[in-house]
């Protein structure tokens, strides 16, 4: 030929014809050479699928290092799960400050009680020791400044809410972490890596529960170097640390559970934060409701004997005793104006009625017995209001008690009930010696009663009766109402029996704090399970295909295989092949019966338009989703028989780019890589050659977040493909890319195909040429021409044509010529 100049350039159009197959292989990545191995030195050509056993333990390393890095490049969440109940102690503080009143010279009975003589002097009159009209200060009262104990100030349950606002919020700092990864479809991912769902749970658990235990340590030591909070300096440091570790391991569980249900069902992240929220404040809502405190003497008047009822006495009990009498509340009257009377608490120390004393037993026995009146029928003596957790597991019906306790709040304000109902009376610290007590034991244990009797007093098993509640009734006996309080019913037979039955005392002991800290366990291992159960039900779209719901009741499930079997595959045979495959979305057929074989060492390429189907293909043959019908199988794997097994053959590369923003590129080749199996050494040296094959060595250790779109599209490749994966799933890796990186790709590809199983999807004709050793066309789902890119020009392109500018007088002789060559 030649130009217009008439320069003359020699072009060899047979060789173009056959470039391709003259050029002869590329160098190979290292890598790649090992991917099929020879079975044992055969003479034969078979070869064998071998990839490497990566143990659960592996897996966990690698799953914790990237879990590591992603939770340390997140500043902000890390600080909040350090330090966030290091604020909620600092909130407590607030409203729990010890008062101006010293406690501790408060003079107080054995029964724990305050003389009711005390309160009232210092309460209502000017000088301590007058108690009569002339020494009342009828100004107003001066502010009820007496307590009944130590914690007072913890009774309302307030500053123990409070207290759970830093495990609140270390639990939501738990949920958005995860909750992102598995939104984003990098849950997915790693599934495809062939990640088992174990590990992924315990990968996100342990390092949660480290930082758990560091925020549980860090709120105890800011309470105890608080100083004038009396529970603060009574309760023990490890039993700080232990309840506030435990709630943020139950919570850590829940968390799990609202990520994996938001994650994949692309729920708001702001409803489940606002449940979370709202769980924070049902306990305490409830024990506003079945609740109740010490009141001002002011609404003292309308508690008559037998006609008011409470219920339990906040979240820890009251100290009381029998020794005042039936009435709740006394008056005396003015003289000066007789219709004014001033009336003031009879028992103020108790928010209850007195027990029953020998004149009461006598007035409700019947006539022929009121004269015989035996210790057993009455009961003097201590006995104590009951509190938020002895009604709940006590004496709440069975439906509020199950949806009560499966919130891990409610343990943990039951078991600051313990801590602070205990260390209330003078002299006592709560420690772990005191784990093992109920409520009531302990409730015992604060007052010093140990044996069987106090004085003349019958008591129940462990000292005293506690009671919860009072019911009464409209049957009158001797002009009475049958509304009484009892302790045990052993000691109450006879005792108005026949009209009332005794239900005022409890009969057993409520759940010990170490039994709270029990359930916290079990609803942190239930929400978590539960959790991993639901990711596999309802995996949510791109995370994989879904499981059955009886999935776990399946011996499969357990005992099937964990790895591919090793399989003679010759080189060029059949690795890959689908039989019929269908795959049906409502009423459009995305794929209508294809069957195809991929040869091993070979490049097949999927070419089509949008909605040809090439990509719902490749997201069966990874196990992505399941066919609608036929079959498909990778290496006599089944997708749909081995979904697990087949994943550890495949190496997928999605049409978007899933990546972590906050992990670099030789981090993200690391962890593919350790997950793959590719171990020691010898994984540093590969992750080298990938960057480089790939053109990221010079940007390794940028964070993917900076990354434009097609130095993305390289990093997927290449996370693809490292690892020894016998298939390769490449789904228009380069699409937006420039020529340059497109070239890139392309020698990469090319250059581990040696041993390997390659399946690239693209809509070019120019790189299903240069890539492809044979070419399957799709058109609406099915297929509509395969071949070699040469048989399939030879038999649907159009001929060769081209353009010759010649010097004039030697267009004859190139005419010639060009019919010779291609003649």
């Not at 984003?184 to 390092?207: F, K, N």
């Not at 004393?357 to 006995?383: I, P, Q």
Request: hydrophobic share 40%; aromatic share 12%; net charge negative.
């Amino acid at each position: 030929m030649a130009t217009e100049e008439g320069e003359e350039v020699v072009v060899d159009v047979d060789n173009i014809a056959d470039a391709k197959q003259e050029e002869g292989p590329r160098e190979q990545p290292a890598e790649s050479k090992n991917i099929l191995e020879d079975d044992n030195d055969n003479d034969d050509d078979d070869t064998m699928v071998s990839i490497p056993v990566v143990s659960w333990f592996t897996q966990l390393w690698f799953a914790l290092r990237k879990n590591e890095l992603l939770i340390r490049r997140k500043p902000l969440y890390v600080v909040l799960m350090l330090f966030s109940s290091v604020l909620s102690v600092a909130l407590s503080w607030i409203v729990a400050r010890d008062g101006d009143y010293d406690f501790g010279t408060v003079p107080l009975d054995q029964c724990g009680t305050v003389s009711f003589e005390y309160w009232y002097s210092q309460n209502y009159f000017n000088e301590t020791d007058c108690v009569d009209l002339s020494c009342y200060d009828t100004s107003s009262s001066r502010g009820y400044d007496v307590p009944i104990s130590y914690n007072e100030k913890w009774r309302n349950g307030y500053a123990v809410t409070l207290m759970s606002v830093g495990p609140f919020l270390f639990a939501i700092c738990v949920y958005l972490i995860v909750e992102t990864e598995i939104q984003s479809q990098m849950l997915g991912t790693l599934r495809a890596l062939g990640l088992r769902e174990s590990v992924y749970w315990c990968s996100w658990w342990i390092p949660f529960i480290v930082l758990g235990l560091l925020n549980a340590i860090l709120g105890a030591s800011m309470a105890a170097i608080i100083e004038n909070v009396h529970a603060f300096q009574n309760v023990s440091f490890g039993s700080v640390t232990v309840s506030i570790f435990f709630l943020n391991f139950a919570l850590t569980g829940a968390s799990f559970l609202f990520a994996a249900i938001g994650g994949s069902t692309k729920i708001s992240s702001a409803l489940f934060i606002l449940l979370m929220v709202f769980a924070v404040f049902i306990p305490q809502m409830v024990l506003g409701t079945k609740s109740s405190t010490p009141t001002d003497a002011s609404d003292q008047n309308q508690y008559s004997s037998y006609m008011w009822t409470y219920g339990p006495s906040g979240i820890f009990w009251i100290n009381a005793n029998t020794s005042i009498g039936e009435a709740a509340s006394c008056y005396f009257q003015d003289p000066e104006n007789n219709s004014t009377r001033y009336y003031y608490p009879c028992n103020y120390t108790s928010c209850d009625k007195p027990m029953w004393e020998d004149s009461y037993a006598s007035t409700y026995k019947v006539d022929s017995e009121r004269e015989v009146v035996d210790a057993d029928d009455y009961f003097t003596g201590c006995y104590f209001g009951a509190g938020f957790g002895s009604y709940l597991y006590s004496d709440m019906g069975w439906l509020a008690m199950v949806v009560l306790s499966s919130i891990p709040y409610t343990q943990f304000i039951t078991m600051w009930g313990n801590f602070v109902g205990y260390s209330a009376m003078p002299g006592n610290e709560f420690s772990l010696d005191e784990f093992s007590m109920s409520a009531e034991r302990l409730a015992n244990e604060s007052i010093g009663i140990r044996g069987p009797e106090l004085g003349h007093t019958s008591l129940w098993s462990q000292g005293v009766s506690l009671v919860q509640n009072f019911y009464d009734s409209s049957i009158y006996n001797a002009g009475f109402p049958t509304e009484y309080n009892c302790p045990y019913a052993n000691f109450t037979d006879g005792l108005c029996s026949s009209i009332n039955p005794c239900k005022g005392s409890v009969e057993s002991e409520s759940i010990t704090t170490s039994g709270m800290l029990g359930i916290q366990v079990l609803l942190g291992v239930f929400f978590w399970l539960l959790a991993a159960y639901w990711i596999q039900v309802m995996p949510g779209a791109g995370n994989g295909s879904r499981r059955k719901w009886y999935f776990p009741f399946l011996p499969s499930y357990w005992f099937g295989g964990a790895r591919p079997k090793r399989r003679n595959v010759p080189e060029g045979g059949d690795g890959v092949s689908t039989e019929s495959v269908t795959k049906i979305y409502g009423q459009n057929h995305a794929v209508d019966g294809v069957s195809m074989n991929l040869g091993v060492g070979q490049v097949t390429a999927l070419l089509g338009h949008n909605g040809a189907g090439k990509t719902t293909m490749s997201h069966m043959l990874c196990c992505e989703t399941l066919p609608s019908g036929g079959s498909a199988s990778v290496f006599g794997l089944g997708v749909t028989d081995d979904p697990f097994v087949v994943r550890q053959l495949v190496g997928v590369c999605k049409q978007d780019d899933y990546l972590y923003p906050n992990l670099t590129a030789r981090e993200h080749l690391e962890l593919y890589g350790g997950l793959r199996g590719v171990r020691g050494e010898r994984l540093g040296e590969i992750v080298q050659e990938w960057l480089e094959s790939v053109d990221l060595h010079t940007v390794q250790n940028q964070n993917s977040a900076g990354f434009s779109g097609g130095m993305k599209r390289r990093l997927s490749v290449a996370c693809s493909t490292i690892g020894e994966r016998p298939f390769i799933i490449l789904d228009e890796p380069t699409t937006g890319m420039d020529p340059v990186s497109r070239r890139f790709v392309w020698k990469h590809v090319d250059g581990i195909k040696n041993g390997r199983v390659i399946l690239l999807t693209t809509h070019a004709m120019e790189e299903a040429d240069l890539l492809a050793d044979h070419v399957i066309i799709m058109k609406k789902g099915n297929i509509a021409a395969q071949g070699s890119p040469l048989e399939l020009k030879a038999e649907h392109g159009s001929s060769l044509q081209f353009s010759l500018i010649a010097e004039q007088g030697s267009v004859q002789n190139i005419a010639d010529l060009v019919r010779k060559k291609f003649a």
